[in-house]
């Protein structure tokens, strides 16, 4: 089975967590809940579906949507239904998609269907709506059954056309002694049946309908909908609303107003995780067509040659977006000008277009396989994907090509998801037809905003114009400027922002006025500024641009300077430019003679625990059962259901059919834990199963009813008795705890690598950083809501401005494999910022604000940085921030201090 991507985890964990919040709040504030955690401020819920949770996962293109609505299927399962067995609506937007998830879902070596048996085993049946019919009762509540369908099916405009909604007496046994109470809100046959049904008769009228659409609404479904910014009508709430679902999970890469965005995945996460190739260069060709195919052929050319020297085989790709009928450029006349004007082989290239399909039953990975350019006109058929493809080559004019983005996210994929060697094999390529690279770039930009799913932020840093990888033998591209430290820092594209009119410059500073063009057009004028210009003149230009124009168009104003500070910020950036950052060297502890850095693992050895040895209990664990409800009480947070019908009572006292054997093996597959043997944990099963019984006074039927919630709660009382043996463990060692000498620092140190930051929530200030050795900067907002500048912005400041400091990092939270951590005594902590000075040393920062701020947790952080700086031999320092500290010094002063 694939392993899920880090951001992957994240967002299905959070689905996990909301969805079993609402069962024990309501769903809107569940919802609020978690976005509270994320920062979000100012988005409410809609309740499209009642009290029935419907949230979305926004990932970008190219982030494996798919795979995780898989595994989203489980966890709901048991997150919203307690059940191992669930039953899934898959809905696709079309019956191209449907058709290839169904062959997906069912076949046994694909991904999907593997994600599908880690959790079902060989219990899961995948059909469509005509083979529902298979489904026998007896596989209801056994087996996982994933239903696939368009969502044109439930369509319910008209359903006498919809088989869904028709009468099939195969179904019959589904329907066989349903209790009153079930069959209330399940359709009954009318006379429109009798019209559309010949089989059925006047006495038929008013019977529950043996329907697809009935079965469903007694399953209480998940539904998974895909690509799910297509379907914000009312027609489509109704059809979802007559399947009566147990929770809506929606997949997009570009929500709209409705879609409940519970997570967003952020493109940069998708390229630290190596599922995509970034940045995108990009070339502007104001030639004309053959001009963007001559360099496109070039630029695979090259990238040829550096594949030779990868391990693995890779053979990049051109897709050739050639132009509509009419036009002049047309599929005939590309394929003509590639093998006659640029010595293309025939077999190189291929036509996949509505009636040309040359890529039909072809493997393009295979090494045997000759074509490495494709040519197309609009959008390559649904769910097409081939890594190999590199270089994006559009022949019709930018502004008119409306499928471009679809071809861009084509040649983003990166080959089998892993980094390659040669750094430009980690790159995307597009060549366009443009005047030039500002209206290029923007034209891209709004394209993968409004289509792919990106911030538009994000995009800012990931265009960049051709400079990295000239196009004939070392002249070309860009110019460069020298840079301190050896690289060569590119030349910075002009500054293009596009007004409803042309700026007043006649009281603005001669300085500034010596540096501005300003150009009419037809929409307007276009403010042009040298992109050499100091981030000084380029505020003072945004100030007087801004302040001149009525204030709903200042924004987006803003937005265009925003914009080009980070392309700016990019192209200036370390990681762009070839730079490494210095090795962070790790907390180690010297165990048996050999050298460990203190991990998890190591934490959880050093408490010498086990779990036999520890008191069986598990307060806050409790059931009652009333005329109304069946409540369990975990650690204080009730979860209800609720009664339907007043036979249900008095289920607890009835005699189980499952085992107390055979709970415990049940409680063993939910709890496993990976550093506890199976054979203590099943002890401390059968202890705390003869506890709960014997001296809790639960019945082994109530323990069975509520299994998914029992094992939610040994869960927590596991890591509970974990984190007092690691927090004991930790205090008695923490001194022995020591960063490596230098002659082990390969093997014992943190890297930060270019392309490997995911980033979220960019910093998107007026204020220009300069040694920042990413492109963008994560999470650091300029000025509180209130308008102040914020504590955090002037730590990082200070850092950036000091003489001493190289470059630095602002270190992401809670992402272990991407960012440098020092263990703690029950996870990791994570300081704000990581310098590199220019001497070599590297210097941590955790900013704290207020000294009375400080807690116990803030003093085991002091304690841990206390320690890698003093066992280091003056290679660390660390600095506990705050906003003025015991002798009045505020952050500069702190920072200056430190590095003294």
């Keep these: 089975m694939l392993t899920l991507k880090t951001y992957q985890q994240t967002a299905l964990g959070t689905l996990t967590q909301f969805l079993t919040d609402t069962r024990s709040k309501p769903v809107a504030d569940a919802y609020a809940t978690i976005l509270a955690g994320q920062k979000r401020i100012g988005e409410t819920y809609q309740a499209l579906f009642g009290d029935v949770p419907c949230v979305c996962l926004r990932v970008p293109t190219g982030g494996g949507k798919t795979i995780m609505a898989a595994h989203a299927v489980a966890m709901a399962g048991k997150a919203v239904l307690d059940s191992d067995a669930p039953i899934a609506l898959w809905l696709t937007p079309s019956d191209t998609i449907r058709t290839q998830t169904l062959e997906a879902l069912a076949n046994a070596r694909h991904p999907y269907r593997q994600a599908l048996a880690h959790y079902f085993g060989d219990r899961v049946q995948v059909c469509d709506l005509e083979s529902l019919q298979t489904v026998s009762p007896h596989d209801v509540g056994k087996a996982a059954i994933v239903v696939v369908a368009t969502i044109q099916s439930f369509n319910v405009s008209d359903t006498a056309k919809r088989n869904v909604y028709s009468f099939f007496e195969e179904l019959a046994p589904h329907f066989d002694n349903l209790a009153p109470h079930l069959t209330a809100g399940l359709e009954k046959v009318s006379e429109t049946d009798l019209l559309s049904q010949p089989f059925l008769t006047v006495k038929d009228l008013g019977r529950v309908k043996y329907s697809v659409a009935n079965w469903m609404h007694l399953q209480s479904p998940i539904v998974i909908v895909d690509e799910a910014h297509n379907n914000r009508t009312d027609r489509f709430f109704k059809s979802l609303g007559r399947v009566n679902p147990s929770c809506v999970i929606e997949m997009t890469a570009t929500p709209v107003p409705g879609n409940n965005v519970l997570y967003h995945v952020a493109a940069a996460e998708l390229k630290a995780e190596q599922m995509i190739k970034l940045p995108i260069v990009l070339v502007e060709h104001p030639q004309g067509w053959r001009e963007c195919l001559r360099d496109a052929v070039l630029t695979r050319d090259r990238l040829e040659l550096a594949a030779q020297r990868e391990p693995d085989y890779v053979r990049p790709i051109v897709l050739v977006q050639a132009q509509p009928k009419g036009g002049e450029a047309v599929v005939d006349v590309v394929r003509q000008h590639l093998i006659e004007q640029e010595r293309i082989p025939e077999n190189q290239i291929a036509v996949a277009t509505g009636t040309q399909k040359e890529l039909d039953g072809i493997n393009l990975f295979d090494p045997d396989t000759t074509i490495r350019y494709v040519i197309t006109v609009e959008a390559l058929k649904e769910g097409w994907d081939c890594s190999f493809a590199y270089v994006l080559a559009s022949l019709q004019s930018v502004n008119s090509s409306k499928d471009v983005e679809q071809l861009l996210g084509r040649v983003l994929r990166m080959p089998y998801a892993k980094n390659r060697t040669q750094d430009s094999l980690n790159r ?94 037809t929409q307007g004028a276009t403010v042009l500024l040298n992109g050499e210009v100091s981030s000084e003149i380029l505020a003072q230009a945004e100030a007087f641009i801004s302040n001149a124009m009525p204030a709903k168009a200042r924004e987006k104003v803003k937005e265009q300077f925003d914009a080009h500070r980070a392309v700016r910020q990019a192209m200036r950036a370390p990681a762009q430019l070839g730079l490494e950052f210095a090795a962070i060297p790790q907390l180690c502890l010297n165990l048996d003679g050999h050298l460990e850095v203190v991990e998890r693992e190591t934490l959880s050895s050093l408490g010498d625990w086990s779990l036999l040895d520890q008191q069986v209990q598990l307060a806050g664990f409790g059931i009652t059962e009333t005329v109304n409800s069946f409540e369990i009480d975990v650690n204080g947070a009730k979860v209800t259901y609720k009664h339907t019908d007043a036979q249900q009572l008095l289920l607890n006292e009835t005699v189980s059919h499952t085992s107390q054997q055979d709970l415990i093996r049940w409680m063993d597959v939910e709890v496993r834990q990976s550093d506890i043997g199976q054979a203590q944990m099943q002890a401390y099963l059968v202890k705390m199963i003869t506890h709960l019984i014997a001296e809790r006074s639960f019945t082994l039927t109530s323990l069975v009813r509520a299994r998914f919630q029992l094992a939610q709660a040994l869960v927590k009382e596991v890591k509970r008795l974990r984190q007092i043996a690691m927090a004991k463990g930790f205090q008695g060692r923490l001194m022995e705890m020591a960063v490596p000498r230098i002659e082990e620092l390969a093997h014992y140190s943190f890297h930060y690598h270019p392309g490997q930051y995911p980033a979220r929530q960019m910093y998107q200030g007026s204020y220009e950083f300069s040694k920042h050795f990413y492109p963008v900067i994560h999470d650091l907002r300029e000025k509180t809501q209130a308008g102040a500048i914020a504590e955090e912005f002037r730590c990082a400041q200070s850092i950036d401005a000091h003489a001493k400091v190289k470059q630095w990092v602002r270190n992401i939270e809670r992402q272990e494999k991407f960012s440098f951590w020092l263990p703690t005594a029950t996870d990791y902590f994570y300081p704000d910022f990581v310098a590199e000075l220019t001497d070599g040393r590297v210097l941590a920062v955790e900013y704290k604000g207020e000294p009375y701020k400080t807690n116990d947790d803030s003093r085991e952080k002091q304690q841990v940085g206390h320690q890698w700086e003093q066992s280091s031999g003056g290679r660390c320092l660390f600095l506990f921030a705050v906003q003025r500290d015991g002798q009045g010094r505020d952050v500069f002063q702190q920072i200056a201090h430190k590095l003294a």
């Design 428 to 521: 995307a390529y597009a060549h366009i037809v443009a005047d030039n690279f500002a209206q290029a770039a923007a034209t891209l930009k709004d394209r993968m905003v409004q289509n792919m799913g990106f911030e538009r932020l994000e995009t800012a840093s990931f265009i960049i114009p051709q400079q990295s990888l000239p196009l004939t033998g070392g002249e070309g591209g860009t110019p460069a400027v020298a840079r301190a430290g050896g690289a060569a820092t590119p030349a910075m594209p002009d500054c293009h922002i596009d007004l409803p009119q042309a700026p007043d410059t006649q009281n603005w500073p001669e300085e500034l006025k010596q540096v501005v063009r300003v150009m009419q057009t």
